[in-house]
Nanobody, 116 residues
């Protein structure tokens, strides 16, 4: 059974930092790219970042480039999203997602709130 479970939700002040984790199980994690996607209140889905299966290729949305860092530990079947210099507009539910043989799998999401 494929599972993606995000953790690390929290309330943080503007300029603060937070690290999200995505723990995967039920598939060949080390051979699978993982994306982070977010959804702000009342808005659509926004792609945030992608990390390749081996972690050598990483890409970010312009809105988070230079502030967010994604990494992975294939030995732990986990992907991370380190978020620094957070802004109120980063407030959203954050999801990790992977495409397996044409089918998209999503975690349940974790809430990040940036507010003073």
């Amino acid at each position: 059974q494929v599972q993606l479970v995000e953790s690390g939700r929290g309330l943080v002040q503007p300029g603060g930092s937070l690290r999200l984790s995505c723990a995967a199980s039920g598939f060949s994690f080390s051979q699978t790219p993982v994306n982070w996607v977010r959804q702000a209140p009342g808005k659509g889905l926004e792609w945030v970042s992608m990390i390749s299966s081996g972690g050598r290729s990483i890409d970010y949305a312009d809105s988070v480039k230079g502030r967010f860092t994604t990494s992975r530990d294939n030995a732990k079947n986990t992907v991370y999203l380190q978020m620094n210099s957070l802004k109120p507009e980063d407030t959203a539910v954050y999801y990790c997602t992977s495409d397996l043989a044409g089918e998209a799998y999503w975690g349940q999401g974790t809430q990040v709130t940036v507010s003073s």
